[in-house]
């Protein structure tokens, strides 16, 4: 990363601190008024020598008085420095972390299929804390030490311009040590975000999984898993540590030197001629007072760093295209005519096609089931209408116009999807069914619950439909999840269904349940089934086998057994396998 780099990512970080001015002139005001009232102190001492070579009572008076006003300057600096750049810095982590995490909303399907959710949740708190901390932290260092050693160098000059210009001489050693620890900083920082990814990701799996974990005795596995992650991490911060450890006494032992060498110099009779013993103590307790912020000002060098390692990552992250929305036309409501006209689709441009030439037409409120083993492109298909994904080649339509051409929101809120791998949120019953209508008419609520034959078991609950279903719906069964993800879908009243294996979870005497829940939701929308049980779609008016993308059999169930084909021969199968 070159400097250039760095200064437009510390630009583009600062953008984040510019909403706060106000705070943040309140902090720079009050860091101001630290560094007069800590510059005020070698004043002191120069006013405490004279005051003692020539005793004088009014003075004796003042320079207690002046001692009690300078650290009371100096409080109020801080609290008010200290204060208000905590307050930004809270700004800005709340700022940059709802961008990252409203951008990912939006990002394609695609992104999502090439990242793990462990790292893309590291960027969304381990590294925006990282940024927050070069955005912020280090400016309070730079702030605050910075207009001190500002103060303290205008006093030397003031005090002595020639003995100063010759302690700066070591300002360019400092530089190059600075410059190089800089390099190393940024690089190991990098590793060390990409190694707390790779420890979120591992816990992650392994916390999430933990039945199969431990169904296939497997913990030993995955402590080894995490503990070369943690290891990892642990090297990489370690290699931090030791060029932090490094660096600051380095440069500490060149300012020693410097200061070294002004002693020596201000104590030659040609120099001291020229001052006074007050001028003289005032000279070196300015120099000496200089360790100490320059101290800090070079540990912050490594915060910094960090910040903008963690910076390039997260935005380059927000830097990624969201998905295509160049559509203007909203459907108010749509009659549900789908059409797929030569659609071809690849997951990636280096990618075998997944769909091969499908041509299919659907009429408003018709059933189409689609069948076929795994990896025909059943899902992919479905995967199209809501616009997870974009043909690479022919269209989509709803009702002739193509899914392009409508606003993506208005599109999805047209569709209801139940998928086999169910997604319930840590919230109620009540607030899984209308997950995203807030304050949603709780009768409503129950209807759809009713229809989808989940009413008898939410009663069932220790606070009904006000009962928390645990993480993923932890505290339900399979079957009941399912059943609660169709009362969703039917609270919806979307024209369009899309079920993707949904009765696969359910038992026997679930599934009749949520058949007859399925033939009244179906009632009058278009529909799309994708079912592994035969079973359950002989009353589809169209029936469709996918084998390697492409569609090879269409017809009713009845249709489709006389012809004696790939449907049959599946039908067979299973009915074959149940019966065994």
């Known amino acids: 990363m070159t400097q250039a780099t760095s200064w437009t990512l510390y630009r583009r970080l600062i953008g984040y601190v510019r909403p706060y001015w106000k705070y943040f002139t309140a902090a720079f005001v009050g860091y101001a008024i630290y560094a007069a009232s800590s510059t005020a102190l070698a004043e002191m001492m120069k006013r405490l020598i004279e005051g003692i070579q020539n005793p004088d009572a009014a003075f004796r008076l003042f320079l ?8 009371a300057l ?9 204060f208000y750049m905590s307050n930004v810095a809270r ?97 190991i920082s990098r590793r060390i975000q990409h190694s707390m990814g790779d420890v979120t990701h591992v816990a992650s799996e392994a916390l999430t999984g933990y039945k199969v974990v431990r169904t296939h005795g497997a913990e030993d596995y ?10 990892y991490n642990r090297d990489q911060s370690l290699k931090e540590a030791l060029t932090k450890a490094t660096s600051t006494p380095i440069i500490q032992l060149l300012v020693a030197m410097a200061l070294a060498g002004l002693v020596w110099l201000a104590m030659a009779p040609s120099l001291m001629a020229n001052m006074t013993p007050g001028e003289f103590v005032a000279f070196i307790t300015a120099a000496a007072l200089m360790a100490n912020p320059i101290k800090q000002l070079t540990d912050i060098n490594s915060v910094i760093q960090k910040g903008l390692a963690a910076a ?71 995967n199209l209408l809501p616009r997870f994904y974009r043909p690479t080649r022919g269209r989509v339509t709803i009702d002739e116009v193509a899914v392009e051409d409508y606003r993506l929101s208005p599109l999805r809120r047209q569709i209801a999807l139940v998928s086999q791998q169910v997604t319930l949120f840590n919230a109620s019953v009540a607030a899984n069914i209308a997950y995203g209508v807030p304050d949603a008419d709780r009768e409503a609520v129950e209807v759809a619950a009713r229809a989808a034959y989940a009413d008898e078991f939410i009663a069932q609950l220790p606070q009904g439909y006000d009962t928390v279903v645990g993480d993923n719906g932890v505290m339900l069964s399979g079957g009941q999840r399912q059943r609660l993800a169709i009362a969703r879908a039917i609270f919806k009243d979307s024209p369009l269904l899309v079920l993707d294996e949904a009765t696969s979870a359910l038992d026997s005497e679930s599934e009749r349940y949520i058949q007859r829940a399925l033939e009244e939701v179906c009632r009058g929308r278009t529909t799309f089934v994708i079912a592994h049980r035969l079973s359950t779609i002989e009353r589809a008016d169209r029936i469709l086998v996918m084998e390697q993308g492409r569609i090879v059999e269409s017809g009713s169930h009845s249709e489709l057994l006389e012809r004696e084909g790939a449907y049959a021969s599946l039908y067979r199968l299973q009915f074959q396998e149940a019966a065994a």
């Open 222 to 231: 995955e402590k080894r898993r995490f503990a070369a992650a943690s290891a």
């Open 91 to 187: 700004n800005v982590v709340h700022s940059l972390r709802c961008s990252v995490f409203n951008h990912m909303l939006h990002l394609p399907g695609r992104f999502f299929d090439s990242h793990s959710s462990g790292h893309l949740i590291s960027r969304v708190t381990y590294h925006v804390e990282q940024v927050t901390g070069a955005a912020t932290n280090a400016i309070t260092i730079i702030l605050r030490e910075g207009l001190f050693v500002i103060g303290l160098i205008g006093y030397l000059l003031w005090t002595n311009w020639l003995l100063t210009m010759l302690f700066l001489t070591v300002t360019p050693l400092i530089g190059l040590a600075v410059s190089y620890a800089s390099k190393r900083f940024r690089r």
């Open 74 to 82: 100096r409080g109020v600096g801080t609290f008010l420095g200290t």
């Open 312 to 382: 390039s990552e997260l935005f380059r992250l927000l830097e990624v295209p969201v998905e295509i929305d160049e559509g203007r036309r909203e459907p108010a409501a749509i009659a549900g005519r789908v059409a797929f006209e030569g659609v071809h689709f690849a997951y990636g441009d280096d990618q075998p096609d997944v769909l091969k030439g499908i041509d299919l037409h659907v009429e408003a409120g018709e059933m189409i089931a689609i069948v076929g083993r795994s990896g025909s492109g059943k899902s992919t298909l479905v």
């Open 64 to 71: 207690p008085l002046f001692v009690i006003g300078m650290f």
